[in-house]
């Protein structure tokens, strides 16, 4: 069974600051995703990571994947308010027909 | 058109009542998903169809049926909901399962409340 595990689960941040949440799944996959969810909103696709080594970087955000650790990593940088969120990675098999497991999701709080 | 949409946003129905959400995309996007979320809980997926054809059923309970009328769309019919049935419930659709990437997109969701 696929688990997919993220610490931490809650994060208070100083603006300016810089964090790391990681994301450790049980099984292999190649394929893993980064979701921000707002309160009472939906889920925005942030990165998607296909190969082992990948690094994507979208603003204050930059996200790693290593997949012989079986870990992936979302980097913050100088933080602000606007990235206050509750940020999701998820995990898939190749030819599980699209079933996503999620982790259990790390809330982000950033105060000035 | 780059979006999904959900309708109704909210939703207040009763235990004996029969109520339907929909979702639907333009984005010629062959799989389609229902999720439900509970309160700061990470969403679970419900089922999934690709090509209009249901694949996932996770082992949801009969009251909730899906429906797949064509590639765009995707109805979750409700009937005799309970109270912990309650929460957010999310449509997303994705190229195709089998892809390279499976990338799902989201819609904004349907905010149920069962009374």
């Known amino acids: 069974e696929l688990k997919v595990e993220q610490n931490p689960l809650f994060l208070s941040m100083q603006e300016g600051k810089n964090y790391t949440i990681y994301c450790n799944y049980s099984?292999?996959?190649?394929?893993l995703y980064w979701y921000r969810q707002d309160p009472g909103k939906s889920l925005e696709s942030l990165f998607v990571?296909?190969?082992?080594?990948a690094v994507k970087q979208e603003g204050r955000l930059m996200a790693s994947l290593d997949t012989k650790a079986r870990l992936s990593t979302l980097h913050i940088t100088a933080a602000v308010h606007d990235l206050s969120a509750t940020y999701f990675c998820?995990?898939?098999?190749?030819?599980?027909?699209?079933?996503?497991?999620f982790g259990k999701g790390t809330k982000l709080s950033v105060k000035p | 058109d780059t979006e999904v949409t959900q309708t109704p946003k909210h939703l207040v129905m009763g235990m004996t009542n029969k109520k339907s959400l929909k979702c639907e995309q333009h984005?010629?996007?062959?799989?389609m998903y229902w999720y439900k979320q509970k309160a700061k809980k990470p969403p679970e997926l419900m089922f999934v169809?690709?090509?209009?054809?249901?694949?996932i059923n996770e082992s949801v309970p009969s009251r909730f049926s899906p429906e797949c009328p064509n590639s765009s769309l995707l109805n979750l019919h409700l009937h005799a909901l309970q109270p912990e049935d309650s929460a957010l419930y999310l449509c997303?659709?994705?190229?195709?399962?089998?892809?390279?990437?499976?990338?799902?997109?989201f819609g904004p969701g349907t905010r149920l409340t069962v009374l």
């Open positions: 998820a995990v898939d098999i190749r030819g599980s027909q699209g079933n996503l497991i």
């Open positions: 169809y690709s090509y209009e054809k249901l694949s």
């Open positions: 099984t292999t996959s190649d394929r």
């Open positions: 984005m010629g996007h062959r799989a």
């Open positions: 990571l296909l190969s082992n080594g």
């Open positions: 997303a659709s994705s190229p195709a399962p089998y892809n390279s990437y499976n990338e799902q997109f």
